[in-house]
């Protein structure tokens, strides 16, 4: 911030500039260039096309045009309604004759109607001779129609007769049936009977024997369960004998294993013995074992002596648990003799109770005895009921025949009665209905129309076509007196011809008229294309100077690269536009607009506290770091770009306790920013000025305060 102009711009051409960035700022440039270089072409292509089209279609012939094609309009849009005028007065005329021809085609067609109407009033005469004899041929057809129910009814009786007399023979034939089922029924009922008395004679001739059968059956079962449970428990105190004797044999050999240890350690023992003697000996000494005199060199003799009494320990206890095992196969083999001989005891008493079950079957079957006799009698006394209740209902069903039948024989007899009676009513409509027919052809044969006519002609309704005729003549006459007065006003089909001739006039004259707008609105949308071209052109004109403005600045940069002094002193201008722009937002912010910052090429940077221009070194310790602060982010970012954090290592080490306190307190406003701001350093009072800390020992976090 204090540094000289040539020390600034020395500072930017180092931050800024180096050979690579010169190099990449030349290839910039020239791309630049030619990006200029071709839109300018592009732009001056599409002036070039404008100012042809403008020659091609020029206003002021496109106005002469336009005011041309109006004159022609008007004189159409006159010429249009004139002849409108003249169709109207035609229009009437045509409808003056179409009503013309239409009165006449209407005359003719009425006299069509007219003839069909005078057939129609000779038919109409012949109906209503048809209908003077309806009421006699309505009465004949009454009485065919009873004529034909009375035989319907006739019909009905004798397929009711025959229907019953086929109901009467089924009867009679169920009754056979039921009469002979119920005599099997009663027959197999004694059978049955007899065959349950003989039964019930053996069952209670042979009840002790089943009775004491009973109670040997059960103690069968019960000996036959505790001989189970004996062979169960032999045979589980079997396995655990011999189970209890492969122990023992694991156990012998065991201690047999460890008695030869022992025997071979005892060995050892008594040459450590001897050897821990001779030790303490010397060569004539007497020998306390002995009591002789000791002459040579104890050897020495290796000698486990806890492993030796742990043996002699482990010895003494499978001896002892030796001694348990074979005390419990003792009594195990004991307790194995009583179990056999309790098993031998029940066996035999088991086989005595088999033999006398045997002999007691034996004298069942000699009485007859059979097994399940008791289940036997009650399913014959069941299928006795059952066969007594099959005889009470066949014996129902025999009663509900013979009344079946009765009443059969009754209603045949009553049938037959009403057949008698019909057939003398049928007798005597049959005689009334021939009298009838012949009435009434007689009287057909008076009016001159056959059977076949009258049939079709009663059928049909008077229409009252006399008057309908009298109506038709009356229209005509109308009619007639109509188209006289018409013609007599010299309506012809020339007058539709010219009429026609007309219309196809206003038509042409309307197809001119749409041709005329359309080309009308052709001219328009040329004319303010035109204008539009007229305005985009004067536009690209005044972009074209902007654009070759913009070329020769970049040519002229082109050119400032091969002369660096005059290319570092254009680039420092630039860049300390951009970074004072950038302090000065900064110091905006922080200093709520009291200081600015600028630069004068022949004195450096300029501070202006509230517009009054003060010298850096003029500044106080704290105003001078957060200015010097603001200044150093601006030329970083605009360097890098955009930053939101900003690390300082060890920037302000060199200050004094005071200044630092100033430091400290300028970094806190710069939470305006809304920026991160790291610093690092290894004066701890002083770090104790900010709210977070993070204290790192060898590159870990140790505390986060």
């Known amino acids: 911030m204090k540094s000289t102009p040539g020390e600034v711009s020395k ?23 030619s990006e200029l270089s071709q839109e300018i072409s592009g732009h001056e292509k599409v002036l070039s096309e404008i100012l042809g089209y403008l020659d091609e279609y020029r206003l002021e012939d496109l106005n002469k045009k336009l005011a041309a094609l109006l004159n022609e309009k008007e004189r159409l849009l006159d010429e249009e309604r004139k002849l409108r005028e003249e169709e109207k007065r035609l229009s009437y005329l045509v409808e003056r004759y179409r009503e013309l021809e239409e009165k006449r085609r209407r005359l003719e067609k009425l006299l069509q109607e007219k003839e069909k109407l005078e057939e129609e009033v000779k038919q109409e005469r012949k109906i209503k001779k048809a209908r003077e004899l309806k009421p006699i041929f309505e009465e004949l057809r009454i009485r065919e129609r009873e004529q034909a129910r009375l035989s319907d009814e006739m019909s009905r009786y004798r397929a009711r007769f025959n229907k019953l007399q086929v109901e009467k023979e089924k009867a009679i034939e169920r009754l056979s049936l039921y009469e002979k089922s119920f005599s099997q029924k009663r027959e197999q009922a004694e059978d049955l009977r007899d065959e349950i008395e003989e039964y019930e004679r053996i069952l209670e001739g042979s009840q002790p024997l089943v009775e004491r059968r009973i109670r040997v059956f059960e103690a069968i079962e019960r000996i036959e369960q505790e001989v189970k449970e004996l062979r169960e428990e032999l045979e589980k105190r079997r396995k655990e004998f011999f189970h209890l004797e492969s122990i023992i044999e694991e156990k012998k050999a065991t201690l047999q294993e460890t008695e030869e240890r022992l025997l071979e350690l005892k060995k050892n023992q008594l040459m450590w013995l ?5 030790s303490h000996l010397k060569d004539g000494d007497t020998c306390p074992v002995c009591g002789g005199k000791f002459h040579g060199e104890a050897k020495a003799v290796d000698f486990d002596r806890e492993y030796f009494e742990k043996l002699e320990k482990e010895k003494a206890i499978l001896e002892s648990k030796l001694g348990v095992l074979e005390e419990r196969r003792r009594n195990l083999s004991a307790s194995i003799e009583e179990v056999e001989k309790a098993l031998a005891h029940k066996e035999q008493i088991l086989n005595e109770l088999v033999e006398e079950k045997g002999t007691i079957e034996k004298e069942l079957d000699r009485i007859g005895y059979k097994e399940g006799m008791e289940r036997i009698i009650r399913e014959r006394r069941r299928i006795v009921e059952e066969l007594e209740k099959e005889c009470r209902a066949l014996s129902e069903k025999v009663a509900s025949e013979k009344a079946r039948i009765e009443q059969l024989d009754e209603q045949i007899r009553n049938i037959l009665s009403e057949m008698e009676t019909k057939k003398e009513s049928l007798d005597a409509s049959r005689r009334e209905l021939e009298r009838l027919k012949e009435d009434f052809m007689k009287r057909l044969k008076d009016t001159g129309l056959n059977s076949e006519e009258f049939e079709i002609l009663v059928r049909e309704e008077p229409r009252n076509v006399e008057s309908a005729l009298k109506a038709v003549e009356t229209e005509i006459c109308l009619l007639e007196r109509d188209v006289k007065s018409l013609e007599e006003k010299g309506l012809n089909p020339e007058i539709v011809k010219e009429y026609e001739r007309v219309l196809g006039q206003q038509d042409e004259v309307k197809r001119k008229l749409s041709e005329l707008n359309r080309e009308e609105g052709r001219v328009r949308h040329i004319i303010e294309e035109v204008k539009t071209k007229e305005k985009k052109g004067k536009e690209l004109e005044v972009k074209l100077l902007e654009l070759k403005k913009r070329l020769e600045e970049f040519g002229l940069l082109k050119r400032l690269l091969f ?7 254009y680039f420092t201008e630039k860049v300390l536009e951009a ?16 200081f600015k910052m600028d630069f004068v090429s022949s004195k450096g940077f300029v501070i202006y506290d509230r517009g009054i221009e003060r010298l850096a070194s003029g500044l106080s310790g704290g105003e001078s770091s957060l200015i010097a602060i603001s200044l150093a982010m601006s030329l970083a970012e605009v360097a890098s770009g ?15 306790v005071e200044n630092k306190a100033k430091v400290a307190s300028v970094l806190k406003e710069l939470k305006k920013l809304n920026k991160v701001i790291v610093l690092i350093t290894h004066d701890r009072e002083f770090s104790n000025a900010f709210e977070r800390r993070l204290r790192i020992e060898e590159g870990v976090v140790v505390s986060n305060e």
């Open 11 to 33: 500072i930017i051409s180092d931050v800024f500039l180096d050979e690579d960035i010169l190099k990449k700022l030349e290839d910039t440039l020239s791309k630049k260039v």
């Open 274 to 278: 001897a050897y821990q003697i001779a």
């Open 563 to 569: 002369r660096k002094d005059e290319f570092y002193s």
């Open 579 to 594: 970074v004072l722009k950038r302090t000065n937002s900064y110091l905006e912010v922080l200093t709520d607009g009291r």
């Open 642 to 656: 955009r930053l939101d954090a900003f690390f300082i290592d060890e920037g302000f080490s060199s200050l004094d």
